[in-house]
């Protein structure tokens, strides 16, 4: 069984090509990239695959039983670029394609879930079987501030008491390589999340006990956190659009207590303390 990987080279990409290699042979497995020499450390085949130039994705995927589409990264071009990918898979004959999409998708009141149900429909509509891993937060998302929040002596945020229900990337990883590497997922729709929730003030206090810091969370306005975000260097609108997701916590849209994702790898997903703890380090 062969499985391509699109976005290879990427966070969620390398992390899965790593568990796919502890569940089938690695000359099973092709990596479609952009620039086929940077997946040269992967150790496996790799194939030049660009979401927006469809005269590559023709040749990326001849012979390719199995697909794992990753979302594009790009917001706002993910639909026409995922509709290219699939194009190019019915035409060669791809079998399957198993999709990373948002959780939630279909009520999310995030900005983000238009493109991944535009994407689900075009899956449902192409004739190839699919399977859809409605991927949650990673929590990476938030531990990536514990640096900032150290040195600035809070942690702040616009998620208010909303209830996070994130999990490793790694933990999102495992999932994707148990689907493509075993049977009876077909048409099916997996919300992913992480076991247990918290709020940002849990995840201050875990940094506080953690750090030995006193680090409170401080919410604030969803324009005054996207303010200190660009005030930080981040472009302004992804900093307008973090503002936005971190509000869209505050109303639920990051919670989910199905435990499909422990369901899939068989464990429990990675707890919130040891992320922290990766991330004080």
């Known amino acids: 069984m062969t499985i391509a ?16 290699k ?30 927006a130039k469809p005269e590559t994705l023709a040749n990326a995927l001849v012979h390719v039983e199995t697909l794992l589409l990753i979302s594009s990264s790009e917001i706002g071009q993910r639909a026409q670029q995922h509709r290219n990918v699939i194009e190019a898979a019915k035409k060669a ?4 394609i198993v999709y990373t999409s948002l959780l939630h998708a279909d009520i999310s009141v995030l900005n983000l879930a238009a493109e991944h149900i535009d994407t689900e429909q075009m899956l449902k509509a192409s004739g190839i079987a699919y399977t859809i891993l409605r991927n949650g937060w990673y929590t990476e998302n938030y531990t990536g501030s514990v640096p900032g929040a150290l040195a600035g002596g809070a942690f702040i945020g616009s998620a208010d008491a909303g209830k996070i229900s994130s999990a490793a990337r790694a933990d999102y990883a495992e999932a994707a390589a148990v689907v493509l590497t075993s049977t009876g997922h077909e ?9 247990t929730a918290y709020t940002l003030t849990d995840l201050a206090a875990e940094i506080s ?4 810091k006193a680090i409170p969370y ?3 306005p969803e324009a005054d956190y996207a303010a200190a ?5 981040l472009p302004e609108g992804f900093a307008q659009a973090i503002a936005s997701w971190d ?3 505050s109303k639920g849209a990051l919670y989910e207590d199905g435990r499909q994702l422990s369901g899939l790898i068989g464990r429990p997903t990675t707890p919130l303390a040891t992320v922290v703890a990766t991330a004080i380090k």
């Open 5 to 20: 990987i699109t976005g290879a080279t990427g966070q969620l990409g390398r992390l899965i090509v790593e568990k796919l």
């Open 22 to 51: 502890t569940r089938t042979t690695p000359s099973n497995l092709i990596a479609l990239v952009r620039s086929p020499a940077k997946a040269s450390d992967l150790g496996i085949a790799a194939r030049e695959a660009d979401y």
């Open 93 to 96: 004959g791809v079998k399957r």
């Open 187 to 195: 048409g099916k729709t997996y919300e992913l999340a992480g076991d």
């Open 209 to 212: 006990r953690q750090s030995g």
């Open 218 to 220: 401080k919410n604030l």
């Open 229 to 233: 975000l660009i005030g930080f260097g």
């Open 247 to 249: 509000v869209g916590a």
